[in-house]
């Protein structure tokens, strides 16, 4: 597989949506692996990195879920090529500016995605839409199981695996979530949720990770510890955090339409007028907008069949896809033209807001 | 201020002094207006604490001399300039400074999750093959002509077993 086949195919993150995708859009769970007795990518010579690249992609092109892969190194990317792997949440933003031995490999379908000589040798990401924790955990553990088969792990009976970063030991496992938390920012609520979060052991993030801002009210939620449980017992909290979250998000819903309902359907009115007729729109201003449709959706003011749209249009709104599609790379202000271009053709025969279809709870 | 506290990562007086609880226990980070800006930490949407916590524990002045890996030289500064180790083996070679850091860092110090039984058996199945041709050498060596033969039928037998080769 190439890589312009890859761009060039739709991805489980917008694909698979469903109103089971409601508020959590994304699960994803990542492991951090490393070989015994060889230095970490970080401190590894030229040479050695080549070396830990060759064993470690022979070994991943072989597992089962990952033949007719892309399989790629990094310097053999184009900045546009790794810009879309980043905005697909198929390669981190490090691993695109790392050095030569770096490479990825990742499955037909998206969902599955190995980066080596990353932090780790190995960092293995499986990814679901939907809330699908067990699900995602079964096919991530059956392809670890798999490489250590033919791979010798770096591991210690007391600290597990052993990583080049002290905070990723034991489990090397970091689960998340992505959730689409719109009412409890509107509401103010979210600095709130994030510090109870914190005292749970879990780390608030947005969208892109570590750093990144919390445009379009999308956040991700993982586990800040991974030493002293087992990795049922990680996603078993896990699990009950995010519940609490959905259930504090439903009951943001429920209290705005209660309160106030004309500024939320003002706000969601306002949103499908500025898509149908801006001339001007920046990533963030943008992935607000898109975040208030997709509300309307879930409130039923939206069909629920324009779901998959919304959820395209939020990774098409991004700047590496934006340039990808417009065949050259552009400056900011023109890509807030060409953004806003694209959004108005999408929502030229985008249906009509219903506000009379407000379904009250938003558990559709 | 007499004593003004320093920020945990550079050496500038410290303005923004946080608290925070996670799983009982109590962190506590100390920064300047600049490196608390550069963390996110004024930033709702999260940051990491526990990467603060851990660049604020190295400090290369304390704990018992400069330690060093024997198997890729990685010293106590370079980790405190990177964060991260050299390889597997720091693990054993930073042990000392590592066991209090890990306590503050991870909800426990023992790992109880996933084995990798596979690599684990291959492993120790390696190194006895590798101390039944040492012992082979040494019978050899010393002229224990029947000791060698029967460590040598070991060793073809353990060869001999299909899925108990030895890892490239």
């Known amino acids: 597989m190439t890589i312009a086949s890859l761009i060039a195919s739709p991805s489980e993150l917008t694909d698979a949506a469903s109103n089971k995708t409601a508020i959590v859009l994304m699960t994803r769970i990542r492991l951090a692996r490393n070989l015994a007795a060889q230095p970490f990518p970080g401190w590894a010579k030229p040479a050695q990195r080549t070396r830990i690249a060759e064993i470690c992609t022979a070994a991943v092109a072989a597992a089962t879920p990952l033949k007719r892969s892309l399989n790629v190194a990094v310097d053999q990317l184009g900045e546009l090529e790794k810009q879309i792997l980043v905005e697909r949440h198929l390669i981190s933003r490090e691993l695109s500016g790392s050095k030569q031995g770096s490479s990825v490999i990742i499955s037909k379908d998206q969902t599955v995605s190995v980066m080596v000589n990353e932090e780790?040798?190995?960092?293995i990401q499986v990814l679901r839409a939907g809330f699908q924790l067990k699900k995602t955990w079964n096919v991530i553990n059956e392809l670890d199981t798999a490489l250590e088969a033919s791979l010798d792990y770096a591991f210690s009976p007391t600290l597990g695996y052993l990583t080049a970063c002290p905070t990723n030991l034991g489990t090397g496992m970091r689960a998340s979530a992505m959730m689409h938390l719109p009412a409890l920012v509107i509401s103010s609520q979210m600095e709130k949720v994030v510090r109870a979060v914190n005292q749970l052991g879990m780390v608030v993030r947005g969208l892109f990770g570590e750093g990144s801002d919390a445009s379009g009210s999308i956040f991700q939620i993982s586990n800040q510890t991974t030493l002293g449980e087992s990795e049922e017992e990680i996603l078993k909290r896990l699990t009950s955090v995010l519940?609490?979250?959905?259930?504090?998000?439903?009951?943001?819903?429920?209290?705005?339409l209660e309160a106030d309902s004309g500024?939320?359907?003002?706000?969601?009115?306002r949103a499908y007028g500025i898509m149908q007729n801006s001339h001007l729109l920046n990533s963030s201003e943008a992935m607000n907008l898109l975040s208030l449709i997709r509300l309307g959706i879930d409130l039923g003011v939206f069909p629920d069949a324009n779901r998959s749209t919304i959820d395209r249009l939020f990774i098409e709104a991004q700047p590496g896809h934006l340039q990808h599609a417009q065949k050259g790379e552009f400056d900011p202000a023109q890509r807030?033209?060409?953004r806003a271009a694209?959004?108005?053709?999408?929502?030229?025969n985008f249906v009509r807001p219903d506000f009379t279809l407000i379904n009250s709870n938003g558990k559709n | 201020m007499a004593n003004p506290l320093k920020c945990d990562l550079c050496d500038k007086p410290a303005t923004v002094h946080l608290t925070q609880i996670v799983s009982n226990k109590v962190h506590k980070v100390d920064l300047c207006e600049a490196c608390a800006q550069a963390k996110g930490v004024t930033d709702p949407s999260g940051f990491s604490l526990s990467d603060l916590l851990l660049k604020a524990s190295l400090n290369p002045e304390s704990g018992p001399g400069a330690m060093r890996c024997e198997s890729c030289g990685f010293t106590q500064a370079d980790f405190k300039k990177h964060g991260r180790f050299g390889c597997p083996a720091c693990y054993d070679a930073f042990k000392g400074m590592l066991e209090p850091m890990l306590d503050g860092m991870h909800k426990g110090t023992k790992h109880t999750g996933k084995i990798p039984q596979a690599a684990l058996a291959r492993q120790t199945l390696h190194e006895r093959l590798s101390k039944l041709e040492l012992d082979l050498s040494d019978a050899i060596k010393s002229e224990r002509y029947e000791d060698a033969a029967r460590t040598r039928d070991e060793i073809s037998q353990f060869k001999q077993a299909p899925d108990q080769s030895p890892p490239r």
Not at chain 1, 120 to 123: G, K
Not at chain 1, 342 to 348: I, P, V, Y
Request: glycine share 2%; proline share 0%; net charge negative.
């Open chain 1, 342 to 348: 694209h959004l108005r053709s999408e929502f030229a």
């Open chain 1, 120 to 123: 780790d040798h190995l960092r």
């Open chain 1, 243 to 256: 519940q609490s979250i959905i259930e504090h998000e439903l009951n943001a819903r429920e209290k705005l």
């Open chain 1, 336 to 338: 807030d033209l060409l």
């Open chain 1, 263 to 269: 500024k939320l359907f003002d706000k969601i009115g």
